[in-house]
């Protein structure tokens, strides 16, 4: 009998740009059981290329204009909200899973929880800073020097 190793991929839904490059990903994986979680059109794409996808996630919505985050304070708080949300929809999910492995494509809440619960775990960014806010709020995203 052949060992089948268990994935489970957190893909942020926050954009498109995630899952596209995760689809890539996950393709190269094919002899392995992959189960994305995440939410929103994200789910809907992998759903119509017939991935294993859980629909869990429903991030908060945001306004960018001239490139700013409009309601930054706001809008940080809400995100906070919904990361902890995040984090138990993960422990619940890695319960039942027990998966070999945890990909987080920008999924910081089930990177948390996997490394928690000693899991391997590999994350996918291509953020360095984000610069999406300003005044007082902007702190939260300084870069430590």
Sequence with gaps: MEFMNVFDFFASPIGLGHVTRDIAIANYFQNNSINFITGSGAAKILKNLDFSVLDKYNPPSFVIKNGTLQN??????????????????????????????????????????????????????????????????????????
């Design 72 to 145: 930054s304070t706001k809008w940080l708080w809400n995100y906070y909200k919904y990361y902890k949300e995040c984090k138990d929809i993960s422990k619940k999910i890695l319960h039942i899973d027990d998966p070999n492995l945890v990909i987080s494509d920008e999924d910081f809440a089930s990177l948390t929880v996997a490394q928690e619960m000693k899991i391997p775990t590999v994350l996918i960014t291509d953020v360095l800073e984000t610069k999406f806010t300003k005044g007082i709020t902007s702190i939260i995203e300084k870069k430590n020097e």
